[in-house]
C-alpha cells in the first residue's frame, strides 16, 4: 500500500510538475506583445511595466479575445476560470491599456488607478491560478515597478496646475481654476438653462432639476419632471459635468450637447414634443433672435445652436478650490487630520480606483454590486428599467447592472445618493459603497467617518463663492 501511494505521488509529480513547464512556456509564448514600431521600446521604466504585466498573464482574465491554455475546455478547470474571468472583465478591462502601451499614448488614469491598487493590495493573480502559472506570482519589486511607473503616468499627463510636488502623482487632482469657452455662447446657454419656453407647457427649466443652489441637483430621490411626473432615476450633478467622460447613469449622451438634448424631448421630463415648436416660442421674443445672430452671425434658432449654447455654458459650471484642492496646493491646513487619514482610507481600500481624476469620478462604468450583489439585497424595491443602467442603451448583456461612476464633487450636498436615491445619507452611501463594491466588505466606523469628512473637504466654489453659502 505504501508502495502504491508512494508510486501514485511520483506520478502525480510528474504530471503536475509537465503541466506547469508546460504552461510556462505557453504563457510566455502567447503573451501580448509591442510591436516593433512602438515608442515603449525606448522607454525601460514602461517597458519594465508592461514586461510584469505580461510576466502575470493579466489579459487571461482580463481581456475579451485571448488564446486560452488547454485546460480551459476541461470540465470544472473551464468553469473555474470562466467564473475568474467573468469576474475579471466585471472590475477592469487590459486591452485600452495595451493599446495605450502600443502607441506609446498614456494610459486612462482610471486603468491606472486600478492596477496600482491591485500592485499596492497584492490581489492579483488568484492563488487558484498561481498553483498552476508559478511565474505569474509576482514579487515586491516586480509590483514596486509596476507603481513607480504609474506615479510617473501621472505626473507626465494628469498632474494639474498649481499642484504641489508631492502631489503630483495622486489619483486626484484640483480643479482648473477655468477651461477654455466661447463667452458669447456661454451668456446665451446661461439664460437658455433657466429659460421655461424649453419645456412643454413653459413651467420647467435645465435648472428645475439641476439647481444651482443645491449642488447641482434636487435632492429628490428621482426627478420631478412635467405636469408632476416622477422620473425614474435620481438627478446626477450638473457642476463639473464637462469632467464626465459621458453623460446620464447610462452613458447614452456622448457629451454635453447630446446631454443637453435629451430631457427637453423627455416626455416626463420637461415634455416638449419637437425642436421647431421650442424654436418658434424662442423666436417670438424678439431678444433670442438678437442673442442668436449675435453668437452664430444667423438667427437660426434650432436643436443644435439651443443645446451648444447650454453645452457650453454648463462648461463653466467648475468648482474649483475646495478645501481638499487647496491641500492638494500644498497648504497643509487646508483640511483636517480626519480628512487627511479618511483620503489615505479611501485609497486603501480602492474607492480611488473607480473615483479619480480632476471629477473624482466620471470617467469610467462600474457594475452596482461588483463584490456582492446590491439589488438581491436591496429592501422593498423590486428591479425596474433604470436598475439596468447601461445595459439600457447597449443591450449588450454585459453591461447589465452598470452606471457611469458618479462624480464625488460637491457630494455633502447632492443627497440623496446612488441611481435609485437609496441611500439617504453621506455615511450611509459610504457603508453601502465598502460593502457593494470593495473587497473589504466592512470597515471600522471611525474610518467610515473620516471617509466622509474627506468627501465634504471636496465640496468647492463656484465663481468664487463656496457652493454650500450660495443663498437657497
Known amino acids: 500500500m505504501k508502495k502504491l501511494i508512494l508510486m501514485l505521488l511520483v506520478v502525480f509529480a510528474i504530471v503536475y510538475g509537465g503541466v506547469v513547464t508546460y504552461l510556462t512556456r505557453y504563457d510566455h509564448s502567447t503573451a501580448p506583445s509591442l510591436s516593433d514600431s512602438s515608442p515603449l521600446r525606448h522607454d525601460k521604466m514602461a517597458m519594465d511595466a508592461f514586461n510584469v504585466l505580461r510576466e502575470a498573464r493579466c489579459d487571461y482574465c482580463h481581456t475579451q479575445k485571448v488564446d486560452m491554455p488547454f485546460y480551459f475546455k476541461i470540465p470544472v478547470a473551464n468553469q473555474l476560470m470562466q467564473s475568474d474571468r467573468t469576474k475579471g472583465l466585471e472590475n477592469f478591462h487590459l486591452e485600452p491599456v495595451l493599446d495605450s502601451m502600443n502607441k506609446g499614448e498614456p494610459v486612462d488614469n482610471v486603468s491606472l488607478s486600478r492596477i496600482e491598487f491591485v500592485m499596492q493590495r497584492n490581489l492579483m493573480p488568484p492563488s487558484l491560478y498561481l498553483l498552476m502559472h508559478w511565474h505569474a506570482r509576482l514579487s515586491a519589486e516586480q509590483r514596486d515597478t509596476v507603481i513607480k511607473w504609474i506615479k510617473r503616468e501621472r505626473r507626465q499627463s494628469y498632474a494639474t496646475s498649481g499642484v504641489a510636488e508631492q502631489f503630483a502623482d495622486e489619483p486626484i487632482q484640483p480643479i482648473p481654476e477655468s477651461l477654455e469657452v466661447d463667452a458669447k455662447k456661454v451668456a446665451l446657454g446661461e439664460k437658455l438653462f433657466f429659460e421655461k419656453r424649453l419645456s412643454g407647457d413653459n413651467t420647467l427649466t435645465c435648472a428645475s432639476c439641476h439647481d444651482l443652489k443645491k449642488g447641482g441637483v434636487d435632492n429628490l430621490v428621482t426627478a420631478t419632471g412635467i405636469n408632476g411626473q416622477k422620473g425614474p432615476i435620481n438627478v446626477p450633478t450638473v457642476y463639473n459635468s464637462v469632467f464626465n467622460h459621458t453623460q446620464f447613469w447610462d452613458g447614452r449622451a456622448s457629451d454635453l450637447m447630446a446631454q443637453a438634448a435629451g430631457p427637453v424631448m423627455n416626455p416626463i421630463e420637461m415634455g416638449s414634443k419637437k425642436w421647431e415648436e421650442v424654436a418658434d416660442k424662442l423666436r417670438k421674443d424678439p431678444s433670442y433672435e438678437k442673442d442668436f445672430m449675435n453668437v452664430y452671425n444667423s438667427p437660426v434658432i434650432d436643436q443644435k445652436t439651443i ?39 479611501f485609497k486603501n481600500i480602492g474607492c480611488a480606483s473607480c ?118
Open 307 to 345: 443645446t451648444e449654447a447650454i453645452a457650453e455654458y454648463e462648461k463653466t459650471l467648475i468648482t474649483p478650490d475646495s478645501p481638499f484642492d487647496m491641500y492638494l496646493k500644498g497648504i497643509d491646513s487646508a483640511i483636517s487630520e480626519r480628512a487627511k487619514h479618511g483620503y489615505q482610507v
Open 355 to 472: 473615483h479619480n481624476g480632476v471629477g473624482v469620478g466620471g470617467a469610467s462604468f462600474a457594475k452596482m454590486g461588483l463584490q456582492r450583489d446590491f439589488f438581491q439585497d436591496r429592501l422593498n424595491k423590486a428591479l425596474t428599467n433604470a436598475d439596468f443602467g447601461r445595459f439600457n442603451f447597449t443591450h449588450d448583456q454585459n453591461d447589465r447592472f452598470f452606471f457611469k461612476i458618479p462624480l464625488l464633487r460637491n457630494i455633502a450636498l447632492t443627497a440623496p445618493y446612488f441611481h435609485d436615491g437609496s441611500a439617504k445619507t453621506l455615511k450611509e452611501a459610504v457603508i453601502e459603497m465598502v460593502k457593494y463594491q470593495t473587497p473589504d466588505h466592512q470597515i471600522p466606523d471611525q474610518d467610515v467617518d473620516d471617509i466622509v469628512e474627506f468627501l465634504k473637504s471636496l465640496t468647492g466654489k463656484y465663481q468664487g463663492q463656496a457652493i454650500d453659502k450660495m443663498n437657497p
